[in-house]
């Protein structure tokens, strides 16, 4: 059970419902069908994720051992070898699954991919790091949009953009959460990047949804943002966690005229993010 819980730390797997939602949201965007499709894209997209975080925690060993001891690798509940050794297992896994799909599906996960090695190794060394980790969610949505069958088309590519816009704010606050430097107001405009998208791409009968979960999705975005400038009471992590969970809000404005059994999975994977987090941390 120690070990399990530790490869569940490792891989942040409360934040694995985020990414589900990312991939529904972009296989409705392209006009869904090709369901048979759908678990090899779910398992593709989770061993990625897997072996990003895996790698993440390879790459920032020096630093969490100074910074953030309570981590798998520097209290010594497992190996900085046996890390890079699962994350390799897990990325090339992942890969091999989405090229059973299709090439195209492939060939987006390949990119998917060299984004994620690419921020691990370089996010503590670059300020631009939350665009990497944007561009990493946002082909999420065109992976997803490949195994569906209108393909990747303008849509899955608007929506990524709003999503990868949220991710930058988002990514903004997280890089703080170690160094307790002062926040700037600025940088978390970007969460509102998804709102403004759906008001003006939405029109009647579809305008109605798209402002109950903007509301929805802005009112949450307060909620978490109030742990981060709020003095005395600064509390980052949850600020973070919060706005990782809302990303499936996020992924539910994306497709606002999805049929209500579709909106309840969406719901369920918030709801299921937020249940996850009260055990495994998400940042």
């Known amino acids: 059970m120690r070990l399990l819980r530790t490869l569940l730390i490792l891989g942040r797997t409360s934040n694995l419902p985020t990414v589900w939602s990312n991939c529904l949201a972009g ?22 994720y897997l072996g990003g975080m895996f790698l993440n925690d390879a790459f920032d060993a020096n630093f969490d051992a100074e910074y953030r001891r309570e981590r798998p690798i520097p209290s010594g509940a497992m190996t900085v ?22 090439t195209i599906t492939g060939i ?38 490949s195994a569906a069958a209108d393909g990747i088309n303008g849509w899955s590519v608007w929506c990524g953009f709003a999503l990868a816009a949220y991710v930058i704010g988002l990514s903004y606050i997280a ?41 929805v999705l802005g009112l949450w975005i307060v909620r978490c943002l109030r742990y981060a400038f709020s003095g005395m009471e600064r509390n980052l ?12 809000w996020v992924d539910l404005l994306a497709v606002a005229d999805v049929e209500r059994p579709l909106a309840i999975i969406f719901l369920a994977l918030f709801l299921l993010a937020l249940f996850f987090q009260r055990f495994i941390p998400a940042t």
């Open 175 to 215: 890089r703080k959460e170690s160094t307790h430097v002062e926040l700037q107001c600025w940088p978390s405009l970007f969460l509102a990047a998804p709102i403004l998208l759906a008001l003006f791409m939405n029109a009647n009968p579809f305008l109605k949804n798209a402002l109950l979960i903007s509301a």
């Open 81 to 102: 070898k046996a890390v890079w050794r699962l994350s390799f297992l897990l990325l090339v896994a992942g890969v091999a699954c989405l090229f059973d799909i299709g």
């Open 27 to 48: 296989w409705c965007l392209a006009g869904r069908g090709n369901a048979e499709h759908l678990p090899l894209l779910l398992a593709g997209a989770t061993l990625l």
């Open 237 to 248: 992590g949850r600020t973070v966690s919060g706005l990782l969970a809302g990303i499936v």
């Open 108 to 145: 987006v996960g390949v990119l998917l991919l060299i984004c994620i090695v690419t921020y691990d190794a370089v996010h503590k060394m670059i300020t631009v790091s939350p665009v990497l980790m944007a561009a990493c969610r946002f082909l999420l949505y065109p992976l997803a949009a």
